[in-house]
């Protein structure tokens, strides 16, 4: 069900639906409970604590080692190296002290997660930085081109989450 409306979605929107990835937020869930949604099929997983993840997937990892584990909550820098270790996509890039850190753990360890800089487009209280506009955490330029010359030399993108309507409800996007 979830995959035909991610479908239907990316047709409305003129876009393929393959080219659509879900990520399915694993957490605050035991391995136990997540070995079911593996056997359905499902590769990629977030979770947004470093010390939860340790726990439950480098297990999972060894027996489904096509899984794929994304980062999806803050990342302080003295977790950086555990971080770079177990993920495979860090999507909670923020400031630039951060990409320093990251870049030299990935040197070090010969690892290369895809990193995506997060910005708080729908200026929402709970992110790392409160409710300041992109604009304003952003606009330092020095930071910004920081970050961004790091990135432009490595698998990157841009990840941006924010509360939209959708049928009388609240979605993440």
Same mark, same amino acid.
């Given at each position: 069900m979830v995959r035909q409306r991610i479908a239907s979605a990316a047709i409305e929107a003129g876009r393929l639906p393959q080219d659509i990835t879900l990520v399915a937020v694993s957490k605050t869930f035991e391995a136990s409970a997540i070995e079911p949604v593996i056997a359905a099929g499902q590769r990629i997983f977030g979770e947004n604590r470093?010390?939860?993840?340790? @726990?439950?997937? +480098?297990?999972?990892?060894?027996?489904? &080692?096509?899984?794929?584990?994304?980062?999806?909550?803050? %990342?302080?820098?003295?977790?950086?190296?555990?971080?770079?270790?177990?993920?495979d996509c860090i999507q909670s890039l923020d400031r630039e002290k951060l990409a320093r850190v990251l870049a030299d753990e990935i040197q070090r360890q010969g690892r290369h997660p895809e990193l995506f800089i997060e910005i708080n487009s729908g200026?929402?209280?709970?992110?790392?930085?409160? @409710?300041?506009? +992109?604009?304003?955490?952003?606009?330092? &330029?020095?930071?910004?081109?920081?970050?961004?010359?790091? %990135?432009?030399s490595s698998d990157s993108g841009f990840m941006t989450a924010s509360e939209v309507a959708v049928d009388g409800g609240l979605a993440q996007l």
């Open positions: 470093v010390q939860e993840s340790k @726990a439950k997937w +480098p297990a999972l990892k060894a027996r489904f &080692p096509d899984i794929k584990l994304h980062l999806i909550g803050p %990342l302080q820098s003295n977790k950086a190296a555990e971080a770079v270790a177990l993920f200026e929402e209280g709970q992110k790392a930085y409160g @409710a300041m506009t +992109p604009l304003q955490r952003m606009a330092d &330029p020095a930071e910004i081109g920081a970050v961004a010359a790091f %990135l432009a």
